[in-house]
Structure formats: C-alpha cells, structure tokens
C-alpha cells in the first residue's frame, strides 16, 4: 500500500509543478486570443498562405434508415457525420495548460466549412450541434446528426424483394478545390462496418454496406464530391404475408369454386366476389408503388395475370349458365318438346305414307292399264300399241316421282334426327360440362406456369 501511495503523492506534486496556475479553458482561449469578436477566426478560411487548401477530412455513420418512401422516391436516413480539418492559428503547449489539450467551443465562434447534401430536398430537421472541439495542434472538429429528406431513384421492378441503393453525395456549396478539398476519412469497408456497429433499429429495410467513392475535381474551377451509396434490401416477408399469398388464395378460391354447381347463382355470385377482393388487393398495391416507374414491376403483372385469369373464369362461368339455361329443365318445356317431336314424327310419317300410297297407286294404275290394254288389244291392235307405249311411259315417270320422294324422304328422316338429337334434354348441359373441363384444365395448367 505505501508504494502506492508515495507514487500517487508524487505525480499530484509534479502536476502542481508543471502548472502555472493556468488550468483553465478560459486561459486557453486567452492564449490564443480567441474571443467572439476576434475576427481572424469566424471570418475567412484559416490558412496563413491562401494558396494553401484547406484539407476537410469527412466521416459519414449511417444510424437508422427513418423511412423509405417509394411513392415519393424520398430516402429518409438518420446519419451522423464528423468533419474535420485543420486551423493553422490555433496552437498550445498542453504542459503550460495543466495538459489541456482539447477545448470545446461554441461553433459560430470558428470558420466551418459549407458542406452540403446534393440530394437533400428538405431542410434537415435535427438541430445542428452547438458546439465543436479543437485541439493543440489545430485540428477541428465537428460532429453533426442529421435526418436527411433526400431524393433516391428507386427501381420497384423487383417489388418486394428489391435492393435500393441511395446515393449521399457532400459537397462544399461555394468553395472550389482551390479553397477545400473533400476527403473520405474512412474506405467504404470501415464506413460499412462502423454503420453496423451503431445502427440500432432496423425496420422494413435492411442495411447491407455503404460505398466511399472519392469524385476528385478535374481541374481548380470544379469541386470535390464525396458519395456514400447505402444499399439496402427489403423485408419482404411481410409483402409475401399480406399481399401475394392471399392473391394466391384468392386463386385457389377461385379453382375451388369450379365444383360448385353451375346452377343457380351462387358460382357466379361467389367469384365476383373472390374477383373484387383481388382489386381491393390491387387498388393497395396502387397506393405503394410509384407512378413513375417505366418498367411495370413484377408484381403489377402478377397481380394483373391473376386478375385476367379470374376475369376468364367468371365470363366462362356465364358462358355456362347461359349455355344451361338454354337447355329445357322444366317438365312443361320438357312436354311442348316432346310433342313436337311427335309432330315431326307424323310429319315424316304422312309423307311415309304419301310415298308408299303412291307407289301403290301407280302399280295398281299400271296393272288398270294392263288390263285394259288386255281387253282392248284384239279391237284396236294399234291403238293398244299405241297406248301401251304411252302408259309404259307414264308408268316410267310415276317411278321416278316416287323414287324423288324417296330421297325427300331420307334426307327428311337425317334432317328430323339430326334436330331431334339437338333438342334431346340434357345438351347443352352436356357442352356446358365438356366446357368447364376443358377451361378447367387450361386454368390449372396456366397457373402452374
Ligand atoms: C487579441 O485581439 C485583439 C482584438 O481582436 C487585439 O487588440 C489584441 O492585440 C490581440 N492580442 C494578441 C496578443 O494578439
Ligand atoms: C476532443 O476530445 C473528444 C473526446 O475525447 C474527441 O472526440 C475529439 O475528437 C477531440 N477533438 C479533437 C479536435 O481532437
Ligand atoms: C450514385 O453515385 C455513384 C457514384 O458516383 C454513381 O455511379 C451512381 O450513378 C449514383 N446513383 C444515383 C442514383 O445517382
Ligand atoms: C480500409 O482501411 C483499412 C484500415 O485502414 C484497411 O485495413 C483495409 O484494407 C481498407 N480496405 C479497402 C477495401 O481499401
Ligand atoms: C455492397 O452491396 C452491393 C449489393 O449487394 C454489392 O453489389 C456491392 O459489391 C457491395 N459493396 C461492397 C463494398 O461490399
Ligand atoms: C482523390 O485524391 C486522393 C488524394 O490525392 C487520392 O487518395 C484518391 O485516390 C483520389 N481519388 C480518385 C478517384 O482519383
């Protein structure tokens, strides 16, 4: 214990030694005469030659990424920077100062370098810190939070499983590489690790590495900008939650309801139901993506497929019923049918029976005629040629009438089948059926792709 204290007793009587009563900020400042109305350093750039530029050294920490807003293609991140650079009347000795080697000061008390955010539409929104630090070799430094309501050119083509990257780019507003040159104090690795080791709450967006790129200035008219680049990825579990599975859903309701019966109203009712919760869906997906974008993204596209496709399957639903309804159902209908078809039978039977009574009118007319010309033949010998010849003839075209009415006939009997067969109960219902497989087949088929 005692050697302890004689060491402790020792350096506070060296300390007492070393200073010169002056251990005082205060005394600091008056070393340097540093005072509010002394304009050698508030006024102009502190450099002693003007030809020499000011070095600013610029350090940028991403914090939080406030808010990204695709709509307004505005990028709210919460950053914190530290500039620093050098101020050639500022020098101490800390050994005359009880080794004080670093002062804080007010910061209007000091020239600051006039950075600026190319992107920043808004005024930034966190008070500026009141004050900044020096110490005794003439370094400044001053360290500022800002939330940056800046512009970010967002490309939504990949919605929701897209990476933005938002560009920061500093830059002095007045001064030329002749009076300042920006420089990146850390390389993007640094900047990237460091951002994670501060940042504290990450909501939809996830951090993924910040980029350094140092823009030198090409000739001493132009300025230096510095650009950090922050990549960020969307969390898009929530997007696949809220937003495409329930389309999907909606799509498998959709497919389900090809088993309810077609009919009666309900199939119908029911998918332009399951189809107006889909445009609810759409209408909100509106309301995230910007109208700006020129590319559709993804997601418009599937969401308009899926849309389509239940747009199809309701006009095929109404196909059906109407189809159905065209087919008789009830028993009345079912009758009127019936009896008509009896009618066409009669029909196609008298012109049967016209037919054959003919045929046999004709042959019992030919056998008169015979007979005739048999009795008359030993009177008139020429004339029952004659005769002869003629019913002959007349005979001949008789047959030939008959045989006429017996191809009106056969194509009567294909004409009333085919008609029978049209209205036979159950038709329509039948292609009605064989339409629904076939759409059935071609949606589940569609939507596997
Ligand atoms: C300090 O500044 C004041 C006015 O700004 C001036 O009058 C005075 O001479 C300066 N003192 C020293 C030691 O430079
Ligand atoms: C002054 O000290 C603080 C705290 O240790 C430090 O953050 C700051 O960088 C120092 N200022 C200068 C100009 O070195
Ligand atoms: C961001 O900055 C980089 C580097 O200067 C540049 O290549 C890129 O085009 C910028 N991006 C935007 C969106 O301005
Ligand atoms: C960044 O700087 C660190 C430390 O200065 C260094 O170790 C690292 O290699 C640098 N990274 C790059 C990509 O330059
Ligand atoms: C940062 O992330 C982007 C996107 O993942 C990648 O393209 C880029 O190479 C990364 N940059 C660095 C320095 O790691
Ligand atoms: C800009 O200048 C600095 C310092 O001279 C240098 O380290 C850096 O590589 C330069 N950057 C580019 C892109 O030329």
Redesign the pocket.
Known sequence: MRPVASVLLLLLVADGVNCQDKCSYQDVLNHLNLTKNNELFSMTRPVKNHRRPTQVYLEVLLYAILDVVEKDQKFIPYVWTVMRWHNEYISWDPNQFCGIDNVSLPTEMLWKPDLTIEEMTEKDRASPSPYLSINDRGDVEVQNDHVLVSTCRMHIYNFPFD?Q?CNLSFKSVIHTVKDIRLRPSDN??EA?EWSREVMRTQYEWLF??M?VTANNASDLLSQDIIVYTI?MRRRSVLYIVNFILPILFFLSLDLASFLISDSGGEKLSFKVTVLLAVTVLQLILNEILPSSSNSIPLIAVYCIGIFALMMLSLMETILVMYLIEKDPRDKETVKKQSLSKDCNNQGKANIHNCHEEMHKWTHQCARIYDGAGETSSELLPVAKEHTGGKLVEEYGALEEVSDELRKVEKTLTLLLRSRRDEFEPGYWTRVAQRVNKAFFIFYVTLTQS
Do not use: A, D, E, R
């Open positions: 990476i990257s993007s690795s990237t993924i590495n980029t990549n």
